[in-house]
């Protein structure tokens, strides 16, 4: 639990998250039970 809380101290600028984001839209889902719009931002 003392791991856990320590990441709350954590923070990403805003390149750092676009960066995340661009690299996680490039993984191939596999066995998708939602529908794509479950996948999408509201």
Do not use: Q
Not at 15 to 24: D, G, I, P, V
Not at 29 to 39: D, H, K, N, Q
Request: charged share 30%.
């Amino acid at each position: 639990m003392k791991e856990n809380l320590g990441a709350v101290e954590i923070s990403f600028t805003s390149a750092e998250l676009t960066e995340f984001r661009n690299e996680l839209e490039n993984i191939e889902l596999i066995g998708v039970r939602e529908p794509a719009s479950a996948l999408v931002d509201a």
